[in-house]
């Protein structure tokens, strides 16, 4: 967050402090009280300059500011921005459901993605009125798959359906927008095997004699792409 230091210039060498998280405090006559603690920023004055601010976390705040002139003229003025709020708006909580799976069969990576809607409201004291934080939305969505030459765009549906036409270890990325442009990502690793190749041989035989047939499916036989453990015969009688 961007602040944009507006107050007057009479004194160029005055010194400017900043509580970018505000706890509404009034004395008996309805003042407010200033802040106890350490300022999050404090420097010498300098028109229209840009003072930047990380918030931690989602919410409404309130700012207060003050600029403090040189001696001999000592004087102190605040402002906080009653009617001007701070909305710091809260980023999507991205997530998705994900598993091995063989090559060339289908997958659904479903998004669980979820974004906070209980954040607290706030009341603004000079005119009793609640301020609130608008409703959160994630209205876009954009996955990507690095099969190991880098990531490549393949979707920006909210899940995502897909084949793999190869087979190893896989990342798949997730990333969320919402409604005030609010950015998160997330990716995950799965592992696509390679499927056997079914193969068997046998010679000719007469009826009622005894038939072999000699089974030489292969498979990469590594941990990665896959052994095979199990056969199946059928016959057609």
Known sequence: TEFKQLSSNNYPTAM?????????????????????GNPDDSRVYLQNE???????N??????YHTITAPPPNIYTDWHINFNDPVFVYPKPEVSFSSQNICMLDSIRFTNTSDINNSIAN??????????????QNINSYQWSIDNGSGWVIV????????????????????????NFGCY?????????Y???TASFSTTLHCEGDLTA?????SSPGNSILGNITSWQWDMDP
């Open 155 to 178: 979707s920006n549906t909210e899940h995502l359906d897909y084949v793999f036409s190869s087979a190893g270890n896989k990342w798949i990325k997730l990333e969320c927008w919402s």
């Open 184 to 192: 998160a990502t997330d990716s995950v690793q799965i592992t696509v």
């Open 122 to 135: 706030v009341i603004n004291p000079q005119n009793n009125t609640t301020i609130q934080m608008p409703t």
């Open 50 to 56: 840009i003072i930047p601010y990380t918030y931690s």
């Open 58 to 63: 989602p919410g409404i705040y309130f700012v």
């Open 16 to 36: 400017t402090e900043w509580w970018f998280d505000y706890t509404l405090n009034f004395n008996s006559n309805g003042d407010p009280i200033p802040p106890s």
């Open 194 to 196: 390679n499927k056997p």
């Open 213 to 217: 047939f000699d089974g030489l499916s």
